[in-house]
Every structure is written in structure tokens, then in C-alpha cells.
């Protein structure tokens, strides 16, 4: 048996285009393998099922892993929800050693112990990608979250399981001991396929060369699935992926946000007056994170749109990688600032303009792609330069697509090979055993 581990929502599309790519490559390299994903949502959450619905339609059973998520709504974080928080994780997490060492008291916490008898009796733990190990700007809220992602990867590799990491992106961490203890967890890991350059640097830097490899995001097996939902009217549209960010570490965080979204209204606007280009405002992440959520900010960006007299249209539909896949595939370009409509829009043949906004894998993933695609930071984001930008792409759309449609090929190829890596590692264990 396979056991995933630090699955998240199937409400980010980006998050579930990994997971069934991952479940697409192991089947693949592992035909006979029964699969089982553990999901960082606790079964008890109000949500659960619609956190795991993708899955579940394929086939996949989805429980609840060793050390789920100790924030148990999306409300907004602060000082007080952060400290109850940490006490929830500090209470898991010794409920958690007290079954490691001492099984019988397994009903004391039947859903824990399912996970941790789940995870001996694998022959392959793959921590695969879609949430990523960093801690955010130092904060607590970023120091709970390393711990857990740390903790889920921790206990397989003590229990002497092969573990894997597949297709995660590792940092930044801020602070000495958040790369130690990553590092320390890491190097119990038997292989680490990290998806873009800048976590590959990392390991490189912390001694971890000899079971890292460095291949493309497993998102990238996604193809176009058409659909009556995912099929647009006639038009020439330009997609749109917006994130409500945050901005951790802003002095002015409600002014930067507001920058952000002018920047955002002042591309549009200007493309739509000299190409005719119509905004899709495509929501690939419908679940709330702290309070935030992708959709009222969409809402806002319509609303501000029309206002200007510019014609846009919203999706509304749950759809699937795939036929989010073809949406992108039936735009002109796409501003992305969400990475993976970055990539389910490289896999349809469409360039894209991204705004990074979180750590290394926007850059990183959009350079592997093309070093001709454009990608601002969302901390400095210039409305004239991000104007500019979708005015170049567009004008080298032919050219840019024919490269994209090439490097997809060269990255399915290599998730292949990755693939019966893995496979391998899966059947050493079986035969050690």
C-alpha cells in the first residue's frame, strides 16, 4: 500500500491537479498498488468531504492524517486564534508520541491511530507536493505550520518507512533552526523531488545532493478536458487568477492589497482597450485561508471592471484540473497569480504574465518554462511594467506557445522517469521486508 500524506483541498485546484497527478504517475509506475491519501483536514471538520471530493471520485479513499490541521475554521488569524493554535498542536502532537509508544491506547484517539497503522503497514510514504515546507515571515502562524508539515514527514521516516518527497518546494525558512530541523526530517527521507531550482539550491546547500532530484511539478500531466462547463463563447479572452493576499511583514498591509488590485484593473484595462482582450476571472482557489478568500476579491476586481466599462466574465463552476486546463487552453494569455494556472496553462499551449507572491515557486516553475515568460512580485508590483509584460507575451504568443507545448512533452517525460524511480524504491522495501 501507498499512503500520500500532507494532502490539503481539493477546493485549490492547483493543490488537486498535483494530487491526481500523482496518483496518475504512481498507477502508472505501480499498476498493482493500492493508494490511500491523508489529508491535513481533521475528519471532524465540518468540510471534510468537500475538501476531498476530487479524490474520492477517483477512486482514492482520503482519512485524516497523523497530525491534521490544529486552526479548525478559516476564519481570520489572530494573536489569540494562533495561541490556541499552537496549544491544540502541542496537545496532538503528545497524543501522537503517547501512540507511538504505547499502541494500546488507541482508543483514546481511534482516528490517529488508523493514520499511524496506516503509515506501518505501507511499503512507500510519499509526502507529496501541494503544500510546501517553509515558515512564513517568522510568524506563528508560520512556525505552526513547518511544525506540522515537519511532524506528518517525521513520523513516517522514524517508523522506518520509505518516504519520499514528491514534487514539494522547500522554502524560505527564516531562522537557523527552521533549516535545521528541516534538514534533520529531510535526511531520514530516502528521495526528495523537489520542483524547481531554488529548493533544489537548498539541498544542494544543506548536503541533501545525493537524494534530491529536481523534476517539474507533477500538475504538468494535466491535458484539456472539454466539457459544456469549461466551454467559453467566442471570444478573446485574456484569463485572470487573483490572490487575497495578505502581505506578511507590510507595514500597510490593506494599502498593499489595494495596489495590487489597481496594478491587476490597470492591465486589464489597458489590454482590453488595445487588443479587444476580455477578462476571464477564473477562481482556482475557493477555499478560505485565514479569514481570506479568493472569491471576494474577484468579486471586487468584476465589480471595479464593469465599473470602468471593461466586459468581463466570471466562472463559476467547480471545475476540474482538466477542464480548468481547457479554459486556460481557449484564453490568448493568462495573468496568473496563482502558479498553477501557470502551469495548467503552459499544459493547454497558453503563455502567461505571473505575480509571485509566496516563496520560490512561482519564479522558479516559470523559469523552468520559459526565461521569456515575465514574473513580477506582487510586494512591488508596477501597473505600467505588468502592462507592458501582457503586451509582450501577446505579441510573441505564437512562438512562446510553441515553446511551452515542447517543455511540457520534455517535463511529462521526466515525470515518468521519476515515476519508476520511485517504483523502484517501493520495491526494494517489499523485498527487504
Given amino acids: 500500500m501507498i499512503v500520500l500524506t500532507h494532502g490539503y483541498s481539493d477546493s485549490n485546484k492547483g493543490d488537486v491537479a498535483i494530487a491526481l497527478g500523482t496518483v496518475a504517475v504512481l498507477r502508472r509506475a505501480m499498476p498493482e498498488a493500492s493508494i490511500l491519501s491523508h489529508s491535513g483536514y481533521s475528519e471532524a471538520h465540518v468540510d471534510f468531504r468537500q475538501h476531498t471530493r476530487w479524490m474520492t471520485r477517483e477512486g482514492i479513499p482520503v482519512a485524516e492524517g497523523v497530525l491534521p490541521s490544529p486552526y479548525l475554521d478559516d476564519n481570520a488569524t489572530g494573536r489569540w486564534r494562533d495561541a490556541a493554535a499552537m496549544v491544540r498542536l502541542a496537545r496532538e502532537t503528545f497524543c501522537l508520541a503517547a501512540l507511538l509508544v504505547l499502541p494500546r491506547l488507541a482508543r483514546l484517539h481511534p482516528r490517529k491511530a488508523?493514520?499511524?497503522?496506516?503509515?506501518?503497514?505501507?511499503?512507500?510514504?510519499?509526502?507529496?507536493?501541494?503544500?510546501?515546507?517553509?515558515?512564513?515571515?517568522?510568524?506563528?502562524?508560520?512556525?505552526?505550520?513547518?511544525?506540522?508539515?515537519?511532524?506528518?514527514?517525521?513520523?513516517?521516516?522514524?517508523?522506518?518507512?520509505?518516504?519520499?518527497?514528491?514534487g514539494m518546494s522547500l522554502g524560505p525558512f527564516h531562522g537557523a533552526l527552521?533549516?535545521?530541523?528541516?534538514?534533520?526530517?529531510?535526511?531520514?527521507?530516502?528521495?526528495?523531488?523537489?520542483?524547481?531550482?531554488?529548493?533544489?539550491?537548498?539541498?544542494?546547500?544543506?548536503?541533501?545532493?545525493?537524494?534530491?532530484?529536481?523534476?517539474?511539478?507533477?500538475?504538468?500531466?494535466t491535458t484539456p478536458t472539454r466539457t459544456s462547463s469549461s466551454r467559453l463563447p467566442e471570444q478573446t479572452w485574456l484569463g485572470v487568477t487573483l490572490v487575497n493576499w495578505d502581505f506578511p511583514g507590510h507595514l500597510q498591509p490593506s494599502q498593499a492589497l489595494a495596489e495590487y488590485v489597481e496594478?491587476?484593473?490597470?492591465?486589464?484595462?489597458?489590454?482590453?482597450?488595445?487588443?479587444?482582450?476580455?477578462?476571464?476571472?477564473?477562481?482556482?482557489?475557493?477555499?478560505?485561508?485565514?479569514?481570506?478568500?479568493?472569491?471576494?476579491?474577484?468579486?471586487?476586481?468584476?465589480?471595479?471592471?464593469?465599473?470602468?466599462?471593461?466586459?468581463?466574465?466570471?466562472?463559476?463552476?467547480?471545475?476540474?484540473?482538466?477542464?480548468?486546463?481547457?479554459?486556460?487552453?481557449?484564453?490568448?494569455?493568462?495573468?496568473?497569480?496563482?502558479?498553477?494556472?501557470?502551469?495548467?496553462?503552459?499544459?493547454?499551449?497558453?503563455?502567461?504574465?505571473?505575480?509571485?507572491?509566496?516563496?520560490?515557486?512561482?519564479?522558479?516553475?516559470?523559469?523552468?518554462?520559459?526565461?521569456?515568460?515575465?514574473?513580477?512580485?506582487?510586494?512591488?508590483?508596477?501597473?505600467?511594467?505588468?502592462?507592458?509584460?501582457l503586451r509582450f507575451v501577446l505579441a510573441q504568443r505564437e512562438a512562446l506557445s510553441a515553446e511551452l507545448r515542447a517543455r511540457v512533452v520534455a517535463f511529462r517525460e521526466q515525470i515518468r522517469t521519476c515515476g519508476d524511480e520511485i517504483a523502484s524504491i517501493a520495491h526494494e522495501s517489499k523485498a527487504e521486508t
Fill in 263 to 389: 496594478a491587476v484593473l490597470h492591465g486589464l484595462e489597458e489590454m482590453h482597450a488595445a487588443f479587444s482582450l476580455v477578462p476571464l476571472l477564473v477562481p482556482q482557489v475557493t477555499v478560505g485561508h485565514h479569514g481570506r478568500h479568493d472569491r471576494s476579491l474577484q468579486e471586487q476586481v468584476a465589480e471595479q471592471l464593469h465599473a470602468r466599462r471593461v466586459p468581463a466574465k466570471t466562472i463559476s463552476a467547480d471545475l476540474s484540473p482538466g477542464e480548468l486546463c481547457d479554459v486556460f487552453g481557449q484564453c490568448r494569455l493568462v495573468l496568473a497569480s496563482r502558479l498553477h494556472s501557470v502551469i495548467l496553462a503552459a499544459c493547454a499551449g497558453t503563455p502567461s504574465v505571473a505575480i509571485r507572491y509566496q516563496g520560490y515557486k512561482t519564479q522558479g516553475i516559470s523559469n523552468m518554462l520559459s526565461t521569456s515568460l515575465p514574473v513580477h512580485e506582487i510586494d512591488s508590483l508596477d501597473a505600467d511594467k505588468l502592462t507592458a509584460s
Fill in 178 to 221: 527552521a533549516r535545521r530541523l528541516a534538514t534533520a526530517v529531510l535526511r531520514g527521507c530516502r528521495l526528495i523531488v523537489v520542483r524547481e531550482p531554488l529548493s533544489a539550491e537548498f539541498l544542494r546547500a544543506r548536503g541533501l545532493s545525493a537524494t534530491a532530484r529536481l523534476v517539474p511539478d507533477l500538475a504538468f500531466v
Fill in 114 to 166: 488508523r493514520a499511524l497503522a496506516a503509515l506501518r503497514r505501507a511499503s512507500l510514504v510519499v509526502a507529496r507536493g501541494g503544500q510546501y515546507l517553509h515558515n512564513e515571515s517568522g510568524r506563528v502562524r508560520g512556525a505552526i505550520f513547518l511544525l506540522r508539515m515537519l511532524i506528518n514527514l517525521a513520523v513516517p521516516v522514524g517508523l522506518g518507512r520509505p518516504t519520499v518527497v514528491l
